[in-house]
């Protein structure tokens, strides 16, 4: 299992030299190479990789045609400092971005992570409203920066890093499995959004630059709110002349089954922000705004010395070409349908899942103790995703009780494989209680 190279192993060095802080254990997978939907661990040992780096690798693991375009960037120039000097790629890249995302979004700023590019559409929200607040939703989460996890609503993600910054306030989510207001759907979307409409009214001091959120909450445990909501709650922002920051970190990039998740709810983002499946695993991040918006960054306001590096450009301009060659975002959406039905049926023999939900192929099943109660059943959980990885197949677990499968393949996986899959979860359920 533990790849060795000089005195130590890799899971001794990790343990030594690594500070790892995220999970308790590491996955004991020492990964030495990966293809489209496979992992090869240093010990020989094969896994279909069903969480694809985090919700990364979307065109799969080392897409021969990304691959091929960061190679040949690399033999031209690797960096000069996009911000600093022209670089092709990104300006290529900035045009492609303006032509694939919704609305009016047309100048981006790209960066390295997530979290600096959501710490960036702030501080350009600020700067075009003039003012500082931000309302943020429960259970959210937007990355490990101060500001981000000033604006993440987990309080599980933000123990021990404060103090966080003030003016930040927080709206319920349309978490329809546990409906903040024990309501349906539709009421519970209403009601959610008349808390942001009540939030600004009664305890914000009329300072909030922007409203931040997932369109689905990746971390939170794939959480879809309903689907008036955004619209509803865009209505109310548009009033108060608050913008709409669209995290779309996670959700973007065919991971629904739309190019990005936003899309869904037919709503015009002010600012959007993308990272993780942007690259196909390269580091890369952007956000991108109206122009009237981007514009209002000065001179020295903003930069990155590696944001927009020319090999990380090139290998998203791949990317995005094999999305539209190959359909990949409806492919999304189609086996997402494909599998959704496998975990529904699933659901019927397996009283541990309490709820199976997503879009395309962001998809989660919430483990309970009781259907009735919907104890969380974490335990449980982590026991699932440890009997599934010994079985071959890679998942994650998140969500705001530790509860949810994270079931987040790259999108060119086969229905065979997502059938192989699903047999590995109920295989892995009934031994988990
Ligand atoms: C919705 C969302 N926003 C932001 C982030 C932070 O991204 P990064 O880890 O690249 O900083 C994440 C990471 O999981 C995320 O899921």
Avoid at 206 to 234: H, L, R, S, T
């Amino acid at each position: 299992m533990a790849a060795k190279s000089g005195g130590l192993t890799t899971e001794q060095k990790y343990e030594k030299y690594v500070n790892t802080s995220f999970v308790k254990k590491i996955q004991p997978v020492v990964v030495d190479t990966a293809k489209g939907t496979w992992i090869t661990a240093a010990d020989g040992k094969r896994y279909l990789d069903c969480f694809a780096g985090i919700s990364v690798v979307n065109a799969g693991h080392c897409n021969e045609e990304v691959v091929s375009a960061a190679k040949a960037q690399m033999d031209k120039v690797v960096h000069m400092c996009s911000y600093v000097y022209y670089n092709e790629p990104m300006a290529d890249l900035a045009e492609k971005f303006a032509e694939i995302t919704p609305g009016r979004l047309q100048k981006s700023f790209f960066s390295n992570s997530g979290a600096e590019a959501i710490e960036g559409a702030m501080r350009l929200a600020r700067q075009f409203t003039k003012k500082t607040g931000f309302l943020a939703l429960e259970g959210s989460f937007h990355g490990r920066t101060n500001a981000t996890l000033s604006v993440t609503g987990n309080s599980a993600r933000k123990k021990g890093g404060g103090p966080y910054m003030a003016g930040v306030y927080f709206a319920p989510t349309p978490y329809c499995y546990r409906c903040p207001f024990n309501t349906t759907p539709d009421k519970c979307q209403r009601e959610c959004a008349t808390a942001v409409e009540r939030i600004l009214l009664l305890h914000s001091w009329k300072d909030v630059a922007a409203f931040i959120a997932e369109p689905v909450q990746g971390e939170g445990g794939i959480v879809a709110p309903p689907e008036d909501y955004f619209k509803i709650v865009k209505e109310i922002l548009d009033k108060e002349g608050i913008l709409f920051i669209c995290d779309e970190v996670q959700s973007g990039f065919g991971r629904t089954g739309k190019m990005f998740a936003i899309e869904h709810y037919g709503v015009e983002p002010d600012i959007l922000t993308s990272a993780k499946g942007i690259a196909d695993g390269f580091p890369l991040a952007c956000f991108i705004a109206r122009p009237d918006v981007a514009d209002s960054f000065t001179p020295g306001d903003h930069l990155s010395t590696f944001g927009g590096n020319p090999i990380s450009c090139a290998a998203s301009l791949a990317n995005i070409e094999v999305f539209e060659k190959t359909k990949l975002a409806e492919q999304s959406a189609k086996k997402g349908e494909f599998v959704m039905a496998k975990l529904r049926e699933l659901a019927d023999k397996h009283p541990l899942i309490g709820d199976v939900r997503g879009k395309g192929l962001m998809v989660g099943i919430e483990l309970v103790k009781d259907r009735k109660t919907k104890e969380p059943a974490a335990a449980e959980a982590g026991k699932v995703q440890d009997l599934m990885r010994d079985a071959g197949v890679l998942i994650g677990v998140g969500g705001t009780y530790g509860n949810v499968i994270r079931f987040q393949p790259p999108l060119i996986i086969s229905e065979d494989e997502l059938t192989q899959a699903v047999e590995a979860l109920g295989k892995a359920l009934s031994q988990a209680v």
